[in-house]
């Protein structure tokens, strides 16, 4: 055998190391990328149930806001734009990361489907006119300007629908 041969099967050997590197870094690849969704997802959860709890701790003001708004107290005014505001921020940053494909289509429908029943009613809606310009992006408000227009939740009668098989019983 000669020394070209050589070179030639050196060259061969060292194509297929390189092949082989590209289809190993292209499956770590694709798992980091699972694995990156997976965290974001997981802590998206997380902040939602997070909310969950307060709202529980919110509810009274909250049905207020929603059944006689006129007659908020400042406190309850104060509870209510706070959880909005923490609300508003995590479906912000939940957008980013749909718009960085961390998040899938149907993870980003829940999320926005929050966001139609945050804004479910009119002092809710009263509250994003006022408070998102001097807090969110443009892109986020354009999005959730978008949600608004479609209205298709109305959030006291979502209560009051499921009020009513309690209230017949309790009759």
């Given at each position: 055998?000669?020394?070209?041969?050589?070179?030639?099967?050196?060259?061969?050997?060292?194509a297929?190391?390189?092949?082989a590197?590209?289809l190993?870094?292209a499956?770590?690849?694709?798992?980091?990328?699972?694995?990156?969704?997976?965290?974001?997802?997981?802590?998206i959860t997380?902040?939602?149930?997070?909310?969950?709890?307060w709202?529980?701790?919110i509810?009274?003001?909250w049905r207020?806001?929603?059944m006689?708004?006129d007659?908020?107290?400042?406190n309850e005014?104060?509870?209510?734009?706070?959880w909005?505001?923490?609300?508003?921020?995590?479906?912000?940053n939940?957008?980013y990361?749909?718009?960085?494909g961390?998040?899938?289509?149907?993870?980003w429908?829940?999320s926005?489907?929050?966001?139609?029943?945050?804004l479910?009613?009119?002092?809710?809606?009263?509250?994003?006119?006022?408070?998102?310009?001097?807090?969110?992006?443009?892109?986020?408000?354009t999005l959730?300007?978008?949600?608004?227009?479609k209205?298709e939740?109305?959030?006291?009668?979502?209560?009051?629908?499921?009020?009513?098989?309690?209230?017949?019983?309790?009759?």
């Amino acid at each position: 055998m000669n020394w070209e041969a050589i070179g030639a099967i050196g060259e061969v050997a060292g194509a297929i190391g390189v092949i082989a590197t590209l289809l190993y870094l292209a499956v770590q690849i694709r798992q980091n990328t699972k694995s990156i969704k997976g965290a974001t997802l997981d802590a998206i959860t997380e902040r939602k149930q997070y909310e969950l709890r307060w709202s529980s701790d919110i509810a009274p003001a909250w049905r207020k806001s929603l059944m006689d708004p006129d007659n908020l107290t400042e406190n309850e005014s104060w509870q209510i734009t706070e959880w909005m505001t923490a609300c508003f921020v995590a479906r912000q940053n939940e957008y980013y990361q749909f718009k960085q494909g961390l998040l899938d289509d149907e993870s980003w429908a829940a999320s926005e489907k929050i966001i139609r029943m945050a804004l479910g009613s009119d002092w809710q809606r009263n509250w994003w006119k006022q408070f998102a310009p001097s807090a969110f992006s443009e892109s986020f408000i354009t999005l959730v300007e978008t949600v608004i227009e479609k209205r298709e939740v109305d959030y006291r009668s979502v209560v009051e629908n499921i009020e009513q098989p309690r209230n017949a019983s309790d009759a």
